[in-house]
């Protein structure tokens, strides 16, 4: 009766592991970013230029009512985290935020202006970079382990998600102005090698930290963001920009290869959405969209309008422009970029009823 003493044999080891496991943490997610990512950190920002905290931001969102975001709906990651079965971590500025609330949704630690350079986004004042976001985490660490204790806050910070969402702005509110010293200490290849040099060491403090399971979003063509548009002689996209974007594409997968194999059992991985977004833009009707050249909310003929306000003009079909305002995408064109990425990554399903470690399920969506 070998089969009966095999099967009792799994029934003790599977009884003493619940017994010695017993609390089971869910797995939730980090994220860390810019304004794309963004769910609120700016509005405790009470100094920061950089806000989505007035009307018609959020317009498309539960109530309605500004909630931090810089669009119209929900963001990349809202929407990659939903399919994933994940929940959405609220931001860590928002003050409700307690040890079981991060144990239940993870934390979002993004900031609208912020860089993956320190230097990055200045001008707004107050904006979290990616070395603060990091150090916030830490101290979310400490906060966790006091709460549940270091073996298994080790386990809760393992078994996480993570996202790293950065880049825009180091070019657009940063090496592309013409204003900050970076503009003038590096030249196109050297400013990418920087970006990379200090997103690789970043990286390695995250899985220092505990990350495993980690995804960086690339960049889109943000020479074409309405406000480049605007900003060039013929209102055509900076060609300039778009190939900064495709050489730190380029770079960041290279990194992220060499990163991957290098990290004890780490998936850290790189995915961009360029090449679908960049097609929406040429042919937005082969999509569905009907404008892809200016902002759904606009003032007037006042551009760039810089910032959506109240006193704004709003398009007539949101789900038809690519673009809410100068910089940021619209919901739907969120949900066509997340839907590539989603492609991209492999679709890393989550199931919470599930015992811990979830094996990345390979599947990919369909649409
Ligand atoms: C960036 O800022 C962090 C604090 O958020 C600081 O610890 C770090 O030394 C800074 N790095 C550089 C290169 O300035
Ligand atoms: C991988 O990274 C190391 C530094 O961490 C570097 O020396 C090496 O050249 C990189 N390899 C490639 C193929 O980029
Ligand atoms: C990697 O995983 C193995 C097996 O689960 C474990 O023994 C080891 O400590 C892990 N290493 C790191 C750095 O996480
Ligand atoms: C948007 O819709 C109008 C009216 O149907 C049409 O004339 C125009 O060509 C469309 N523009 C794009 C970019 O699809
Ligand atoms: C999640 O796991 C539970 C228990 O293993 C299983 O019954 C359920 O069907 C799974 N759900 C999905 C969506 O995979």
Redesign the pocket.
């Known amino acids: 009766m070998k089969m009966a003493a095999a099967s009792l044999t799994i029934m003790i080891l599977t009884l003493v592991g619940i017994s010695i496991d017993g609390y089971h943490c869910k797995v939730v997610q980090f994220i860390f970013g810019d304004s794309l990512s963004d769910v609120g950190n700016n509005r405790y920002l009470s100094k920061s230029l950089a806000q989505a905290n007035l009307p018609w931001y959020g317009i498309d969102f539960g109530n309605g009512l500004p909630n931090g975001r810089f669009s119209n709906g929900r963001t990349v990651a809202d929407i990659i985290g939903d399919r994933t079965?994940l929940p959405r971590p609220p931001a860590f500025l928002d003050p409700s935020l307690t040890e079981d609330v991060i144990l239940d949704n993870g934390v979002n630690y993004a900031s609208g202006g912020g860089g993956i350079l320190n230097e990055t986004g200045g001008y707004f004042i107050q904006r979290l970079s990616l070395y603060k976001q990091i150090e916030l985490f830490q101290g979310t660490q400490q906060l966790i382990k006091n709460k549940i204790g270091t073996t298994e806050a080790e386990k809760f910070f393992q078994e996480a998600r993570y996202v790293v969402a950065l880049g825009s702005n180091d070019f657009i509110n940063n090496y592309l102005t013409g204003v900050y010293s970076d503009s003038w200490n590096y030249n196109d290849q050297s400013f990418i090698d920087y970006l990379m040099e200090t997103l690789g060491a970043q990286l390695k403090l995250l899985h220092s930290l505990g990350a495993r399971q980690l995804m960086v979003f690339g960049l889109g063509p943000m020479g074409c963001i309405p406000l480049q548009r605007v900003l060039s002689s013929d209102g055509n996209c900076q060609e300039r920009t778009n190939k900064l974007a495709l050489s730190f594409n380029q770079a960041g997968t290279k990194l992220l290869d060499n990163i991957s194999t290098k990290l004890a059992n780490a998936s850290f991985k790189f995915g961009d959405a360029y090449g679908v977004v960049n097609d929406v833009i040429t042919n937005p009707g082969n999509y569905g969209f009907n404008n892809s050249d200016s902002p759904c909310c606009s003032f007037g003929s006042i551009r760039p309008a810089l910032t959506c306000v109240p006193a704004s003009t709003l398009c007539e079909d949101r789900s038809k422009y690519v673009f809410w305002d100068e910089y940021h995408p619209s919901d739907s064109a969120n949900e066509l970029i997340a839907n590539e990425l989603i492609k991209k990554f492999g679709f890393m399903?989550v199931?919470q009823?599930?015992a811990p470690s979830p094996a990345p399920a390979a599947s990919q969506e369909g649409d």
């Open positions: 079965g399903g199931n009823t599930e």
